[in-house]
């Protein structure tokens, strides 16, 4: 059987899928949490509720600049309120939201606000599902953000108390609930004990991220002599290993499905996804998206042109990136002329590349 991912079991074991794309483990059937169909495509907005966080993990990937901060943002477009979130996502045309940061339910009022939001908004089908550690998530909590639309809990168990939060949602919402944890070598007992406590409980799915070394973790990682696997870049060595031994436990000894994700399927075939969406949907006239999900547009600076060729900001005229006619408008009236390559953002910001026309 295939989940909408298109994994299919692999020679009749119970591991199905590939360590580049996704690997699941499920007795019964190919089985992904909703919140990840949707992901999987890049069809899912990354809002950053909050860097506000009660933990203080070791491998915490989140930057400096937003962990610890109440900063709000979406995907990586900073935002300052619920209705800019909600613009912003309705820009990229998203069709569900991760909630994340921090902890969303340190910011409680503000995450409830905004899935309250984003149910009204784009109705009762924009999927929702939200990241926390549980140490905030009372009966009372749960019930409010289930009656305000959200789908989908994911408990990040800082601690393994952490993990009865999933029979605390099971109990007293209907919403879909499971784990989600980094996984690294040393961390098999928790993630087993994790998949015990989703059965227990009556929860629906553990998810194991590949753990990432990056810039704000690096050197916690190094000093628990963790080092980057020089096959998988940017990954804890052992990463992939680790997972693979708890997914083997998990086909033999439970009927949870257990689903691990890789570190680059996450960063370059989600993202590029999404990015590859927001870029068809958002450009104008004069932009043309690329097979990257970028934007290139052509540009006359300092140009004396007339009113109503192109689209004029200040004494920069934007025209679509065909290189004859960039040349023949600064001939004509002048300037410069340019080919700009730029991701997505409504800023158009950072820059990929931009090239002088002759
Ligand atoms: S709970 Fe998440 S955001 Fe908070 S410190 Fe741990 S990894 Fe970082």
């Known amino acids: 059987m295939a989940s909408s991912s298109g994994l299919r079991l692999l020679g009749g074991r119970r591991i199905a899928g590939s360590p580049e794309k996704a690997l699941i483990a499920s007795a019964s059937e190919i089985y992904m949490a909703r919140g990840c169909d949707l992901c999987f495509p890049g069809r899912k907005a990354v809002v950053f509720v909050t860097g506000l966080c009660d933990d203080s993990c070791f491998y915490c990937p989140v930057s400096r600049e937003k962990l610890g901060r109440d900063v709000f943002y979406v995907n990586e477009v900073r935002v300052s309120s619920v209705d800019e979130a909600l613009a912003e996502v309705a820009r990229i045309g998203a069709r569900g939201a991760s909630l994340t940061g ?25 999927h929702l599902h939200l990241y926390t550690s549980g140490r905030r ?3 009372e909590a749960a019930i409010a953000l289930w009656r305000a639309g959200l789908d989908e809990v994911r408990i990040h168990p800082t601690e393994p108390s952490l993990l009865s939060r999933v029979g605390l949602v099971r109990r007293h919402t209907g919403m879909s609930v499971g784990v989600e944890m980094p996984i690294a070598p040393g961390m098999e007992a928790l993630a087993i004990e994790a998949v015990r406590a989703v059965e227990r409980f009556g929860g629906d799915f553990v998810n194991l991220n590949e753990m990432e070394i990056v810039e704000p973790n690096a050197r916690a990682l190094l ?15 052992g990463s992939l290993e680790a997972a693979l031994r708890v997914l083997e436990w998990a086909a033999e000894n439970s009927r949870v499905p257990v689903h691990f994700c890789p570190a680059s399927f996450k960063d370059s075939i989600q993202t590029g996804n999404r990015m590859r969406t927001s870029a068809h949907l958002d450009a104008y006239w004069y932009e043309e998206p690329t097979a990257s999900g970028t934007l290139v547009w052509g540009e006359v600076r300092g140009s004396n042109a ?33 080919i700009v390559e730029a991701h997505p953002t409504p800023d158009r910001s950072p820059i990929v590349s931009e090239r002088r026309v002759d």
């Open 137 to 139: 998530l009372t009966a």
């Open 102 to 126: 921090g902890d969303p339910l340190v910011a409680f009022h503000r995450t409830v606000e905004l899935v309250n939001a984003f149910k009204e908004y784009f109705g009762p089908g924009f």
């Open 223 to 237: 000093a628990r002599g963790y080092t980057e696997s020089r096959l998988r870049p940017f990954t804890v060595r």
């Open 306 to 338: 007339p009113e109503g060729l192109g689209e004029r900001r200040g004494s920069t005229i934007l025209l679509p990136p065909d290189e004859a006619l960039l040349s023949y408008i600064a001939r004509r009236y002048g300037g410069e002329a340019f």
